[in-house]
């Protein structure tokens, strides 16, 4: 079994829908969660950085951690063609310090 | 230039070749990593320095051999590589000497191909 389990996707949503995108986890050492985002021919560029359980919101991103559930999500209001992109989750936690990465989902949103 | 820069952006070489791929930070950081980005799967961590001292080899073949002269840049040689090596090589940096999870930032990456 994988650490980390990402839906490669790709989604496709019209623009201004509700996105959300997910990951599963088995390591329930992990305590850090990320949310990075992926431009075509770029590197990845943090989007969102939760510690433990709960949420946090960032403008139209909310990113859930539900740690009984080893579940976390990331979501997006009112989705922009701008958001188009690789999104990646990463944890980290427990006995060492090094992120661990989901495969990414590509998501677009169709203007 | 800011943040994380690397060269050349796209390479192409045949498995005889030896080639170099640079990475140069320019935010104060003291903690460096190469990453390996292939096609659906996750980045793969090959290498982090630490204050100029490797930290972790996560068991990388030694066709690739990584050098960090300074703080600041980060090289990563290649030579005698294989077609499966092929991928997106991404440098990222972070603060470095919490000891804890740090905020990664990453550069735009190496696109190489190996013919």
């Known amino acids: 079994q994988k650490e980390v389990e990402q839906d490669p996707g790709p989604l496709s949503v019209p623009e201004g829908a509700i996105v959300s995108l997910n990951c599963t986890y088995s390591?329930?050492?992990?305590?850090?969660f990320m949310w990075y985002r992926q431009y075509s021919r770029k590197g990845p560029e943090l989007l969102m950085y939760?510690?433990?359980?709960g949420n946090k919101e960032d403008g139209r991103f909310t990113a859930q951690v539900d740690k009984s559930s080893k579940y976390i999500s990331l979501f997006i209001r009112d989705s922009q063609p701008s958001d188009s992109a690789t999104y990646l989750c990463?944890?980290?936690?427990?006995?060492?310090?090094?992120?661990?990465f989901g495969t990414g989902t590509l998501l677009a949103v169709q203007p | 230039e800011t943040g994380v820069t690397q060269t050349p952006r796209h390479l192409v070489m045949g498995m005889t070749n030896k080639k170099s791929l640079k990475c140069e930070q320019h935010?104060?950081?003291?903690?460096m990593y190469w990453y390996k980005q292939s096609a659906k799967k996750p980045l793969e961590l090959m290498f982090v320095?630490?204050?100029?001292?490797?930290?972790e080899n996560n068991s990388v073949p030694s066709r690739f051999s990584p050098e960090c002269p300074n703080s600041s840049h980060l090289f990563l040689h290649l030579h005698t590589l294989q077609p499966e090596d092929s991928a997106l090589y991404l440098c990222?940096?972070?603060?470095?000497?919490?000891?804890?999870?740090?905020?990664?930032?990453f550069g735009p990456g190496t696109r190489l191909l190996v013919l």
């Open positions: 990222a940096s972070s603060q470095g000497g919490s000891g804890g999870v740090e905020t990664q930032y």
């Open positions: 390591n329930s050492a992990f305590q850090y």
């Open positions: 939760t510690y433990s359980s």
């Open positions: 990463a944890m980290a936690g427990g006995a060492t310090n090094k992120l661990i």
């Open positions: 935010l104060g950081h003291n903690a």
């Open positions: 320095y630490n204050f100029k001292e490797q930290t």
